[in-house]
C-alpha cells in the first residue's frame, strides 16, 4: 500500500481534523507516495522505538504521541529530535501521529470499556453536545459499587499494571467514575462537576492529588503511560482488520522508565 493509502484508513478512524487546535498530528516524517509493507506502532517515536521499527523492516512507525510539537529551526545530530529526524529518513521510515483525535474518538471508549463503566458520558467536551458530544475522557457507573481500593485493584487489572498510586481513603464506597488516559490534572474540575467520586488519569503531582481528594474526588493514578499503551494493542488489531497485506507489529509493553 502506499503511505497515503495507509494514511486513509488511519483518518476513518481519528480523522486530523478531531484533534485539540494545539496538537501536531498526521504525517510528520516521510512522504506520502511511499511505499508501505510494514507498519510497527508504538507509545512514542523515540529511540527505542525507531531501533525497534528498523530491526523489523518496517517502512511507517505510528505512534500515539507526536515527535513534533512545535517549530524547528534546524535538524542536525547536535539535537535529539533532529537525530530522530535523519535517522528515520535514512532508515527509509515515515513516521505518523494520532494523538488527540485518536484520545476524543477512541481512547475514552476504550478506557471505559476496560473498566466495564456503564452509562456514560464524555469528561471533557471538545464539540457538540448531549449524545453527540466528543471530548476527551468518560464518566460512567462501575458495574457495581465498590470502594476506592477495589476500584484500585479493577484498574491494575484492567491495564495490566503492577501498581497505582492513590489519593483518598480506601475503604470509601464509590460508584461513579471518570476516567482521563494521559495526564489528567486540567480535568479534576470536571470530574467534579460530573458527579465523579474517582478519576483514574496520569501524571498527577503532589497538591493536585490531595486538593482533590479533600473536595470528594479521589485519585487513582495510574500513569501517563499505564493507561495509554492500550493504543498499540488496539491499532495492531485495527491495521490488521482493515489494512489487508500490510505487516503490523506492535512494540512490547515497556514502560519507559524503572520503579525502583
Known amino acids: 500500500m502506499l503511505c497515503q493509502e495507509v494514511i486513509e484508513v488511519l483518518q476513518k478512524l481519528s480523522p486530523e481534523h478531531c ?60 539535537d535529539f529530535i533532529g537525530r ?28 471505559a470499556d476496560r473498566m466495564g463503566l456503564k452509562e456514560r458520558q464524555t469528561l471533557d467536551v471538545v464539540y457538540g453536545e448531549g449524545e453527540e458530544a466528543e471530548g476527551i475522557g468518560k464518566v460512567g457507573l462501575l458495574p457495581e459499587e465498590s470502594t476506592v481500593s477495589g476500584c484500585a485493584d479493577l484498574v491494575k487489572e484492567a491495564f495490566g499494571l503492577d501498581s497505582v498510586r492513590v489519593y483518598g481513603p480506601m475503604q470509601q464506597p464509590v460508584k461513579r467514575v471518570a476516567v482521563c488516559p494521559g495526564s489528567g490534572k486540567s480535568v479534576i474540575g470536571k470530574a467534579i462537576k460530573a458527579g465523579a467520586q474517582v478519576l483514574v488519569t496520569g501524571d498527577i503531582g503532589h497538591h493536585e492529588g490531595m486538593d482533590a481528594a479533600a473536595q470528594g474526588l479521589f485519585i487513582i493514578d495510574a500513569g501517563h503511560y499505564g493507561v495509554e499503551k492500550i493504543f498499540v494493542p488496539y491499532m495492531v488489531g485495527y491495521l490488521q482488520q482493515n489494512a489487508a497485506g500490510l505487516q503490523v507489529i506492535g512494540e512490547e509493553d515497556a514502560p519507559p522508565f524503572v520503579d525502583w
Open 84 to 111: 530522530r529526524i535523519i535517522r528515520l529518513i535514512q532508515s527509509g521510515i515515515s513516521c505518523y501521529a494520532m494523538h488527540t483525535n485518536f484520545d476524543i474518538k477512541v481512547m475514552g471508549q476504550l478506557a
Open 19 to 78: 484533534a485539540c487546535s494545539w496538537d501536531n498530528v498526521g504525517l510528520l516524517v516521510g512522504g506520502r507516495e511511499q511505499e508501505v509493507e510494514r507498519v510497527y506502532i508504538a507509545l512514542d517515536a523515540n529511540e527505542a522505538a525507531i531501533a525497534q521499527a528498523e530491526r523489523a523492516g518496517a517502512d511507517l512507525l505510528l505512534t500515539h504521541h507526536p515527535m513534533l510539537f512545535q517549530g524547528i529551526k534546524r535538524i542536525d545530530t547536535e
